[in-house]
């Protein structure tokens, strides 16, 4: 079994530990070790199941192989621990995919660090970038390109053709309708049904979808 920590101390951080536990009963292949945290003082403090196992200092300077997982819902902190921790030689980041996602994998591309939860569907024909975090039962249809550093919340539901670009966030129920394009830094509110582009950094909310700020 690989040794594998958790980057983050949060609700989400917890949900990512399931995510590995679930793994785990389908194929033995992970040992965590628990969270890494930036405050050395909840070192040792328990987050549901797994305890709190030591702070970015001693992962940035590890002399051994470990793998770690980016339990953060927050694109930008995301982007942030992804370039921090990728220049250690040591560290891998993989993807972590549930047992239950469906997607016709020959006919996906995928980069690395990825948190794929329980109940995604993957259709074909897709290209995704690194560091995504595609939460519980969200749909990505044909042809689709998906950046770095995007978090999709539970029930997304992306159609076709979609060219979404980096640090996006969706919220929770949100549709992209077919053939459309994103650009970086966009926050899309929950329930919100995008049905053009989104050309301009910012959040958007409603049905159809407008910029708020």
């Not at 948190?115 to 690194?130: P, Q, R």
């Not at 995504?132 to 053709?161: A, M």
């Amino acid at each position: 079994m690989k040794e594998i920590v958790i980057l983050g101390n949060s609700g989400f951080a917890k949900e990512v530990a399931f995510l590995i536990d679930d793994i785990n009963r389908v194929k033995r292949e992970w040992e965590i070790l628990g969270f890494v945290s930036n405050d050395k003082a909840v070192i040792g403090s328990k987050n549901g199941k797994y305890k709190v196992y030591s702070n970015d200092d001693w992962l940035m300077n590890i002399d051994k192989p470990v793998s770690a997982a980016i339990g953060v819902g927050d694109p930008k902190i995301i982007c942030k621990l992804a370039e921090k921790f990728s220049k250690n030689e040591n560290i891998s980041l993989p993807n972590l995919i549930h047992p239950n996602v469906i997607g016709d994998w020959e006919n996906i591309e995928l980069g690395i660090g990825n948190i794929i939860c329980a109940g995604n569907i993957f259709t074909t024909d897709i290209k995704i970038g690194s560091f995504n975090v595609f939460n519980l039962s969200c749909t990505i249809g044909h042809d689709c390109i998906i950046g770095n550093c995007n978090v999709f919340n539970p029930i997304v539901n992306i159609s076709g053709g979609i060219n979404l670009g980096n640090s996006v966030l969706v919220g929770t129920g949100a549709q992209i309708l077919q053939y459309l394009k994103i650009t970086d830094n966009v926050i899309i509110g929950s329930g919100a049904v995008v049905t053009k582009d989104l050309e301009e950094e910012g959040a958007y909310v409603g049905i159809p979808c407008r910029k708020v700020r």
